[in-house]
């Protein structure tokens, strides 16, 4: 069997079916179906189990299967270490990021590098799902959590505080702030977040109504800037979306942290650490937006 081999069985125990595999593969259907034939042959006998068109590793399959991920890693690990030691600054550097800090923060820092290395192509990659830096989905990533994860290596760059948001003329109603008893609010819903801001929304406003929802921090800042209601969002994003006017100080029992990081194994090379360097400066530079302006917060009541 060759390296392709293991592969195919790999991309097929991973998609379940062959059209999706054989799209990962660029392949054909008929190409897959008969290079699995070939490779069950060399076996002298099946290795997945076929039940309506899904495959399923069998104890056979099975084993061949954690061959190939342990090739796989040995190949990832052999890329990353000769990334790590390259000194260019050409080519591509991959920044993940939630929709929230690829929308607030992410941008400014991409323009200086930008600028700063003009043959340096950034690629964005925007979502909530957390991409995998060991497999290189992303070299580095904007998380808001500390790492966990002992093959990652990261640095802290701020505390990210929430605050209350609405539009001009919930501001111009009480220029102290806002009175939640009449006040309806944007809450989040279908979101990973969702949970933890009707918590934050409950324990520090329990007064406030939640009249309309959305499914995304950005889509709720876009609601409350057109007067859908006041909205609970982190000040990286309320500081900053037009329209908008923070109707609270912040609230710092509601502090997140924001964490740049990357694989171990690719923190010396030099577009990576050229990366931490420029976001580092970046958040320093932008505490405000972050942190508020010192206000200590104000009691619900």
Excluded at 116 to 133: F, T
Excluded at 141 to 168: C, M, N, Q
Excluded at 263 to 279: E, P, S, Y
Aim: glycine letters at 6%.
């Amino acid at each position: 069997m060759q390296w392709n081999d293991y592969q195919l069985i790999l991309a097929v125990a991973r998609a379940g079916r062959l059209p999706e595999a054989a799209e990962e593969l660029d392949l054909t259907v008929s190409t897959m179906f008969r290079r699995i034939e070939r490779i069950e042959e060399m076996m002298s006998g099946p290795i997945f189990e076929r039940q309506r068109g899904v495959y399923r590793p069998n104890p056979v399959g099975a084993e061949l299967v954690r061959a190939a991920e342990l090739m796989e890693d040995q190949t990832l690990l052999a890329e990353r270490k000769i990334e790590s030691a390259s000194s260019t600054l050409t080519g591509v550097l991959t920044i993940a990021a939630s929709e929230t800090l690829a929308q607030s923060f992410l941008p400014r820092q991409v323009a200086r590098l930008n600028a700063e290395h003009p043959d340096l192509q950034v690629h964005i990659l925007s979502g909530n799902e957390v991409l995998s830096l060991t497999n290189r989905e992303a070299d580095v990533a904007l998380r808001p959590v500390r790492p966990r994860d002992t093959s990652l290596f990261g640095r802290k760059l701020a505390d990210i505080h929430w605050a209350v948001y609405g539009d001009p003329e919930a501001k111009a109603r009480d220029a102290e702030g806002f009175t939640v008893e009449i006040e309806h609010f944007i809450g989040l819903k279908e979101s990973v977040l969702a949970e933890r801001v009707a918590q934050l929304l409950q324990s520090n406003f329990p007064k406030a109504r939640v009249s309309n929802a959305a499914n995304s921090l950005v889509l709720m800042a876009s609601c409350a800037a057109q007067g859908c209601g006041l909205a609970l969002l982190p000040m990286p994003l309320g500081e900053q979306w037009p329209g908008l006017h923070r109707l609270s100080a912040p609230i710092r029992s509601a502090a997140g942290e924001l964490w740049v990081v990357c694989h171990k194994d690719m923190r010396h090379n030099q577009r990576v650490r050229i990366a931490f360097d420029t976001l580092i400066q970046g958040a320093l530079a932008e505490q405000h937006l972050f942190q508020g302006d010192g206000v200590a917060a104000r009691s619900p009541d």
